[in-house]
C-alpha cells in the first residue's frame, strides 16, 4: 500500500477524463477536484482524442448512457488504449439490467479497462457468475467476494475492486481487502462513481494498477469513514459536504492513522 | 391521511425509476435515496422495458427534453401504463411556454399517469384555463385553486397535485389540502422535481393514487417545514444538506405532530 | 461601479436562460437563484425562440456540448441577437482544446455576444494571443492579462471579462480591475460558469454590459470572499452551501464594505 500517492497525486494535479453518468457527474467533479487532481468531462467524439490526449487516465462511466453515447465511450476506450493510457471502466448495474451487461461485454471486447470497479453484482456479472440470484446483500461471506473479484479479475485481465463495506482488490493474483468505510457512503448517490474517478486520478501517478487501485480504495473509504465518525447520526446531506472537505484536508498521515487492510 | 406509508416506504425501498430533468437530476436521485427509496435513470429507449419492470413506480419530468427524449419518455409511460406500474407526470413549465404544453398534451393522449403534479400554471394549463394571464402570484384565492385543481383531475382523469404554499391533492371529487411547508421550497431549484419522484415513490408502497399523493405532499412539506424552522434566515444552500437529512431521519411521529391538512 | 443594480436584479427578479454545461447545471441554477433571479434551461432548439422571448438575458456556456447541442447554440445566439437580449458567452477550454477552439470562433462569425467571460487562457485564444504556451499560473504579470483582455475586446467588438486572482473586466478601452476574491472558487467546478450566467443577470437589469459585468464580477467575488473569510480552512464543500446562503443574504453595504477594485 503507497499512501505516498496521494502526496504525489496533490502534487502533479493529473487530469482526469471522466466519461461521466449524467445523475452523479457534479459531485464527481468536485471530488476529483477536491482531492487534488483537475476533472475533465466530454460528450463529443470529435474532440476525443484531443481529450485522451490531455488527460493522465481515463474513466468510463457505464451509469447512463444513450447508443450514440456507447459510440463514444467505445472511441473514447479505443484512444486511451491506444495512447497508453490508464482506463478505468465502471460497469454501473450490469448486475440488474440486461442491457447494460450486453453493452459492457460488448464494450469490453474492444477496449481493454486496467481497472474495473463495481458491487458485488456487477463482478459477477462481468465474471460470469450467479450471484444476482443470490441477492447483494450483507451477509454473504467474504471469501465468495474474493473468489468474484478474482474469477472477474482472470476473465478481464485486469484490476478488478469490488466495493461494499468490505473493498475487495485483486489483480487475478494477489488481493488486497480494505476494511475501512462507512454506510453512509450508500446514502449519498454517486459515491461509487467518485471513486471510480479517483481511481483513475491515482492510476494517472502510480503504473502499477494493483497498487493505485487498492490506495485509491484506502484513501477514499478511510477519508469516508473518518468523515463519518466525526458526528453522530450524520445524514446523507451533510455527509457529501463534509466529504468534499475531507478529500482536500485529510492528510497521510491521518488515513495512515486508521487505515485497515490486509 | 396514511402517514404509517412512510415507514412502509423505509421498510419495502421502492425502485423509482425517473425519466429526470437534467438540471436537478442528481437532487432528485439523493431526495429519494435519503427518504428510503431506490432511484433508477435512463434515458435510452433500449432498456425501457428492463428499467419499468425492475420499477415500483414511473416519474416522468417534463423539464427538459429534446425530441429524442419525447419519444423515450412517451415509450416509458406506454410501458409504465402496459405493466400497471404507478406513473407520476410533472409537466415543467407547460403553463410558460407553448411549446412544452403542445408536448405534455401530445404525450397525454397516449399515456395516462396516475398523479400530475405542477404548480398552479401548469395544473391550470392542462385544465384548459387561462390562469397565466392572470399570474401565479399569491393573493389568487385558494379556493380557485381547488377548482383549477379538481377540473385538472376530472379533464385527465387522475389524482392532481397543485403545488404552492397550500399543496391541492384531488381525485377530481376528494380534495385535502396541506398547509405545511416553506418558503425555502422556492429558494432551491429541484424542489418540485423531488416532489414528483417521492409521489412516485409512495404510490410504490400504495395502490390508491390519492392517498399516496396526499401522503407524499404532507411528509415532504412537513419536512421543510421542519427544517426551514430549526434555523433563524437560513439560505438555501444550508437548506438542501439540511433537507436531505431530514428526509432520512424524520420519524411519522414528528411529521404528525406538525402535520396541518383539511 | 453601479452597486445598486443588485437590488434593481433582486426586485426584478430576470429570467436568464443558459445553455448549461451539464456538470455544473445545478449550481448555476441555484446560483441564480439564490442571488434572485429566475434561471430557465433547455436543450431543444423548438422551443428556443419562446425561451429567448421569456428570457432578460442568455447565457451561451460552451463547457460540454455534442455535434447537435452546438446547433441549438448557434440558433439560440442567434435569436437572442435578433431579439435584442444581452447574450454572454463562456468559452470554457477554448485556450487547451482545439476542437472547442474552432467551434467557439464559428459560433462567433454568426452571433455576436455582449460580454465574453472566461479565465485567460480562453480570453487569450480568443485574442488570437499564445497565451497557452506560457501556461495560466500566477506569476504572469497583471500587465498582460489587461493587454490580452483589452485585444480580445477590441477583436471580438464587445465586453471581455477575464477571471482570475483579479477580474480584468474592460470594453476595449475603457478596464476595471477587481481586486476581490478567493482562491476557493477553485476549488469549487463551476464558480466560473456560476458567473457568466450572473453576469447575464446583471445584463438583464442594465443595458450598459460594461457596467453590468464589472458589477456582476465585484458583487460575485466579494460575496465569495466573505464566505471564505468567516471561517478557517474552509472545504471546496463548505464553500458551496454558504455561497449559495450568502448569494441570498448578502447586501450591497456589505459589498461596498469591502469593494477592491480600480
Redesign the interface.
Known amino acids: 500500500m503507497k499512501l505516498t500517492l496521494l502526496d504525489q497525486l496533490r502534487e502533479q494535479n493529473p487530469i482526469v477524463f471522466n466519461i ?1 453518468n ?6 464527481v ?2 471530488g476529483l ?2 482531492l487534488g487532481a483537475s ?6 467524439v ?2 476525443a482524442g ?2 485522451v490526449g ?1 488527460a493522465g487516465a481515463v474513466c468510463l462511466n457505464l451509469g ?4 450514440p453515447q456507447v459510440k463514444q465511450i467505445t472511441a473514447v476506450g479505443q484512444l486511451a488504449n491506444q495512447a497508453h493510457k490508464p482506463l478505468v471502466i465502471d460497469p454501473v ?1 450490469v448486475g ?5 451487461k450486453q453493452v459492457a461485454t460488448e464494450l469490453l471486447r474492444t477496449v481493454h479497462p486496467d481497472v474495473i470497479r463495481g458491487n458485488a453484482g456487477e463482478i459477477a456479472a462481468l465474471a460470469g457468475l450467479d450471484w444476482q440470484a443470490k441477492g447483494i446483500d450483507a451477509g454473504e461471506g467474504a471469501g465468495d467476494l474474493v473468489t468474484i473479484a478474482q474469477t472477474c479479475a482472470q476473465k478481464q485481465r485486469c484490476v478488478v475492486i469490488l466495493s461494499g463495506p468490505t473493498d475487495v482488490i485483486t489483480d487475478g493474483t494477489r488481493t488486497v481487502q480494505v476494511e475501512n468505510g462507512t454506510p453512509l457512503f450508500q ?4 459515491s461509487g462513481d467518485m471513486l471510480s474517478s479517483i481511481v483513475g486520478a491515482f492510476c494517472a501517478v502510480e503504473d502499477d494498477a494493483f497498487e493505485a487501485a487498492q490506495t485509491a480504495c484506502l484513501v477514499f473509504a478511510a477519508i469516508g469513514q473518518s468523515v463519518a465518525s466525526s458526528q453522530d ?6 455527509f ?10 485529510t492528510t497521510v498521515a491521518e488515513i495512515q492513522a486508521i487505515a485497515n487492510y490486509h
Chains 1, 2, 3 share one sequence.
Do not use: C
Open positions: 461521466s449524467f445523475v452523479t457527474v457534479q459531485d467533479a468536485n477536484n477536491a476533472p475533465i468531462m466530454s460528450e463529443e470529435a474532440e484531443e481529450m490531455l447512463a448512457f444513450t447508443v448495474a440488474a439490467v440486461a442491457y447494460r446514502t449519498h448517490v454517486g447520526r450524520m445524514g446523507s446531506g451533510t457529501i459536504v463534509k466529504l468534499l472537505d475531507a478529500l482536500q484536508f
